[in-house]
């Protein structure tokens, strides 16, 4: 697996640096930039695209639980990691699906833990699009009209993998690399959808249930949905993890 690219962002330098020396000792990490606030964040993760964004919440400009809320309606899929001396804002964190919530002032035992887990998950994402096998689409009597940038499309919607917010859009993936882009939200499209066949596993993202493969912890409430037939994957949450079970049964 290549670097991680991980990006950090604080108001208080000393704290940056230490940030820095933890991705250093764990190894496998690139660091993109430092940030010192949140509009410096935004910047700096629209330019670098980073997979692992480690962030105060308390931050001038734009504070962290903003600047997350963008992260994750730009790429559902970044890694957020709270470092913050309070922890009230624990609930909000975990609002924004976080990947962990170090309290400060944490040992830095725990902040390396943290860090393993997250190369673990990522290696695991990366192993498993690797060896992602395409299906072929199959008829289905249910059909979508979609209007999407290049033009209408009509689209079955059995051969719809999944559904994720993306740079500020939504984005369908079918089958065979399918991917239409429009400016639907992601509610819109759920609308539309046979709630038989479709699951909103997050607020970030739609999956086809009949394409779930596996599913793994991820974060603390969260899970990663692996499904069959794409190289891409989903989160889903705690309380979606467990009605997917009873419905699985």
């Keep these: 697996m290549e670097s991680i690219r991980a ?3 604080d ?6 640096l230490l940030m820095r020396k933890l991705l250093e000792k764990s190894g496998g990490f690139a660091l993109c930039g430092e940030a010192s606030d949140g509009e410096e964040l935004l910047r700096l993760a629209a330019q670098e695209h980073p997979q692992v964004v480690l962030l105060d919440v308390e931050m001038p400009k734009v504070t962290g639980v903003e600047c997350a809320r963008i992260l994750q309606d730009t790429d559902p899929q ?7 001396a309070h922890d009230k804002y624990m609930a909000d964190a975990f609002e924004v699906y976080a990947f962990d919530y170090l309290l400060k002032p944490f040992r830095a035992e725990r902040a390396l833990a943290t860090l393993e887990r997250v190369k673990a998950v990522l290696q695991t994402r990366e192993d498993a699009a690797q060896s992602a096998k395409p299906i072929e689409p199959r008829p289905q009597a249910g059909r979508m009209l979609l209007k999407h940038r290049d033009g209408v499309s009509v689209v079955n919607m059995e051969d719809i993998l999944l559904i994720q917010r993306e ?8 089958v065979n690399d399918g991917r239409y882009v429009t400016g639907d939200s992601l509610g819109d499209i759920e609308a539309r959808l046979d709630p038989s066949m479709f699951m909103r596993c997050h607020k970030s993202y739609i999956i086809n249930l009949s394409h779930v493969d596996s599913i793994s912890p991820y974060g603390r409430w969260t899970y ?4 069959r037939g794409t190289r891409r994957d989903a989160l889903i949450t705690h309380e979606k993890y467990e009605e997917l079970e009873k419905l699985f049964g």
């Design 7 to 9: 990006l950090i962002a």
């Design 11 to 16: 108001d208080d330098a000393g704290m940056r």
């Design 78 to 84: 970044t890694i957020l990691i709270f470092a913050t």
């Design 167 to 174: 740079e500020r859009a939504t984005v369908i993936y079918t």
């Design 224 to 227: 990663v949905v692996k499904l």
